[in-house]
């Protein structure tokens, strides 16, 4: 059973930066395709960005386009997501999940993930 481990959220203000990890405790995040996604308050869960199992392979959803940038280090067992240029509406909780293995294609439909982390909160206020 993969288990992740989200870090890194905090406060930060308008254009300020934040990057946040997702690890897996106990276990491997090598050969899982992991996809961040986020829910604000109110709304439902969206899905920002997806990694492919060796980094070959990124996407992100426009309204994050050119500010995030999703990567990975498998030799320390933990994908990052780089948030640049951040704004009020950026303000959510941040999960990683990761598709069952084997299942590279990347994604950001939540429906298609097997393995959740508890998420991070994330509040970009001045």
């Not at 897996?24 to 604000?40: D, E, K, M, N």
């Not at 780089?82 to 704004?87: P, R």
Request: net charge positive; hydrophobic share 30%.
């Amino acid at each position: 059973q993969l288990q992740l481990v989200e870090s890194g959220g905090g406060s930060v203000q308008p254009g300020g930066s934040l990057r946040l990890s997702c690890a897996a405790s106990r276990s491997t995040v090598l050969g899982y395709t992991i996809g961040w996604f986020r829910q604000a308050p109110g709304k439902e869960r969206e899905g920002i960005s997806c990694i492919s199992p060796l980094g070959a392979t990124t996407n992100y959803v426009d309204s994050v386009k050119g500010r995030f940038t999703a990567s990975r280090d498998n030799a320390k067992n933990t994908v990052y997501l780089q948030m640049n240029s951040l704004k009020p509406e950026d303000t959510a909780v941040y999960f990683c999940a990761a598709r069952a293995r084997g299942n590279h294609r990347c994604t950001l439909n939540p429906d298609a993930m097997g393995y959740w982390g508890n998420g991070t909160l994330v509040t970009v206020s001045s």
